[in-house]
């Protein structure tokens, strides 16, 4: 997809306050300061459309943005930063649960990981509870340009069987620095949604 207009289209904490026009989401999900808004970033083509942030678990809301008119890009906050207050943590599990479950508009979720690590237990939490409500999952194995070449499929293999990848599930290595693994990562979102490349004349 050639993205030309985004914009920030609604920032909150419960079911009213999101869009509710009908168009696709894709989630992104990921530990806090796992690039997050890096991968944003880099699909929509900006430098600072996603704000990132140096102190981990600084998103608080569900941040929606819209893409071309087409879907939106849905950035849900920073888990397993172990600072938050237990009360930030608890209310941030229930505003995420509420939005897997009752989301009718969610086509799949973009569940990010470091590719220099093999995947922690809030991760592996994190996979089988995106599981549990029947989404299709894209793992965006970030960070690819901080490895040497000769390293990635091994550290993609670690990260495969660490989460125990279901076989529907891609795993796709990206790198911020370089954009690789957009044009990849574009194909499967492309397909989640149903967009067919022939509407962009």
Do not use: C
């Amino acid at each position: 997809m050639k993205v030309n207009n985004v914009s920030l289209a609604a920032v909150g904490v419960k079911m009213s306050q999101y869009p509710d026009d009908g168009k696709p989401e894709i989630a992104f999900a990921g530990k806090s300061n796992v690039g997050k808004s890096t991968l944003i970033n880099a699909m929509i083509g900006r430098k600072a459309l996603a704000r990132t942030s140096s102190q981990p678990g600084k998103t608080r809301t569900i941040n929606f943005y819209n893409v071309e008119d087409i879907l939106y890009f849905v950035d849900l906050p920073g888990y397993g930063y172990a600072k938050a207050p237990r009360t930030e943590i608890e209310k941030w599990g229930k505003m995420i649960e509420e939005y897997l479950n009752k989301r009718e508009t969610l086509r799949g979720i973009v569940m990010l990981v470091d590719i220099r690590h093999e995947p922690g237990e809030n991760d592996r939490l994190m996979y089988d509870w995106l599981k549990h409500y029947g989404y299709d999952i894209i793992i965006a194995a970030t960070k690819k340009d901080k490895i040497k070449r000769s390293q990635i499929q091994k550290q993609l293999s670690l990260i495969k069987n660490t989460l125990k990848l279901a076989p529907e599930d891609r795993l796709i290595a990206f790198s911020g620095e370089t954009k690789d693994g957009v044009e990849e990562l574009w194909e499967e979102l492309e397909k989640l949604i149903g967009y067919e490349k022939t509407e962009a004349k």
